[in-house]
């Protein structure tokens, strides 16, 4: 605490990443960070880009927007990109989601969000989830001005299909649908086709996870012309550069290479179903994923404890203290190796 804080400064709540250990050895299973490195094609391009690295990158990463709305299927102006998406959900709170009603989102959901309400100053609500940790959309019949979730969720990684989004978004035609879809590519539907016909939705998607560049920062959204437009202007308000010239070569990159992709995905998601088989047969509930990573609690142990007893042996998981959740673990998907050695380990301390 400073005299010299503005007032807000004191309010704040401020986001604790997973840890980052500085000691080599560990397996680390608690930020989802894809276990695979990423494209060669995307450090090639990153290494040629190092060459233009005097000159300042574009403004409008033109390359690395025509690459995304090839992909999904959109215009390139209907794309926005921002270092990592956690700079594209920034920007999202403050133009499209400061109003009198409030936004609304689950309470068990990627636990950034309340601290952008914070830090600008949006109200909001949050709805429970099911008994079965789903979100159930007909609860968000009650007054609010946007919906926000996240899907698969985190750190559930609990999925609703496209055409639930699709019926959500029809039925509330005059309050923002925003789908943050930073696990998508592991096996759920992405809204982003529903983009074209919807002008009340946007989609915000990572190439942090599945394209397993979490290092280069560098997350978008897919919508309407007119909600491109806000983000635009608050990030020209913000910083002109928000992606370096390195991080727009290498995100371009692997965009377009669709094997690589294609390759790793399928490996991560093979891990996590036999992941899940492993850890029920130990006694585990696992919730039904569709991410990089599964929820998982024992009857018999608290999450805690076992969090505690793995990082002794070596291995990082996620625990969440929290109201409903803190018998649960959030383990990502690991090499087929690490994915065993974790089971072996929690054989001997069940
Ligand atoms: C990882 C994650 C993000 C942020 O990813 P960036 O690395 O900032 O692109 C956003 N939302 C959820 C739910 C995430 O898990």
Same mark, same amino acid.
């Given at each position: 605490?400073?005299?010299? *804080?503005? %007032?807000? #400064? ?5 986001? #604790? ?6 000691? =080599? ?16 094609? !995307? ?26 709305? !090839?992909?999904?299927?959109?215009? %390139? ?36 969000? %309340? #601290? ?25 019949r009650r007054p609010g001005s946007a919906i926000l979730?996240?899907?698969p969720n985190a750190p559930t990684g609990v999925a ?13 035609? +005059?309050?923002?649908? $925003?789908?943050?879809? /930073? ?8 809204? /982003?086709?529903?983009?074209?016909? @919807? ?12 394209? /397993? ?11 309407q012309r007119p909600l491109i437009d806000a983000l ?11 992606? =370096? ?12 290479? =669709?094997? *690589? ?7 991560? $998601? ?17 919730? %039904? ?11 018999? @142990?608290?999450? /805690? +404890? ?19 959740? !803190? =018998? ?23």
């Amino acid at each position: 605490m400073s005299r010299f *804080w503005s %007032p807000l #400064v004191h309010t704040l709540s401020p986001y #604790v990443p997973g840890e980052q250990p500085k000691r =080599d050895g560990l397996i680390k299973l608690n930020t989802n960070e894809n276990p695979y490195p990423p494209s060669p094609r !995307a450090l090639a391009a990153i290494a040629s880009a190092t060459e233009r690295l005097r000159l300042y990158p574009d403004p409008h990463a033109t390359a690395l927007r025509e690459a995304i709305a !090839a992909r999904t299927g959109v215009a %390139p102006d209907e794309v926005f990109v921002g270092n990592g998406s956690d700079e594209v959900l920034a920007h999202t709170f403050q133009a499209l989601l400061k109003h009198d009603a409030p936004l609304l989102f689950p309470d068990i959901t990627y636990s950034f969000y %309340p #601290v952008y309400c914070r830090l600008y100053g949006v109200h909001h609500e949050v709805v429970p989830l099911d008994d079965a940790m789903q979100i159930q959309p007909a609860d968000y019949r009650r007054p609010g001005s946007a919906i926000l979730l996240c899907n698969p969720n985190a750190p559930t990684g609990v999925a609703l299909p496209r055409a639930a989004i699709a019926a959500l978004i029809a039925e509330h035609p +005059d309050r923002l649908v $925003i789908v943050d879809e /930073a696990y998508v590519d592991f096996g759920a539907e992405s809204a /982003a086709s529903l983009v074209k016909r @919807h002008d009340n939705l946007l989609v915000i998607q990572t190439l942090s996870k599945s394209r /397993a560049l979490a290092g280069l920062r560098v997350g978008f959204a897919i919508g309407q012309r007119p909600l491109i437009d806000a983000l635009e202007r608050v990030k020209d308000s913000f910083n002109s550069y928000p992606l =370096d010239g390195l991080a727009q070569a290498g995100a371009a990159a692997a965009i377009a290479d =669709d094997a *690589w992709f294609t390759e790793t995905r399928g490996r991560i $998601i093979a891990s996590r179903e036999k992941l899940t088989e492993s850890l029920t047969a130990l006694g585990f509930d696992v919730l %039904p994923s569709q991410a990089n990573f599964v929820f998982a609690r024992h009857p018999g @142990h608290r999450g /805690a +404890d076992l969090a505690a007893g793995l990082r002794e042996r070596g291995v990082l998981v996620r625990h969440f203290q929290k109201p409903r959740i !803190a =018998d649960f673990l959030r383990i990502t998907v690991g090499t087929e190796d690490e994915c065993s050695q974790l089971i072996a380990l929690l054989r001997e301390l069940l």
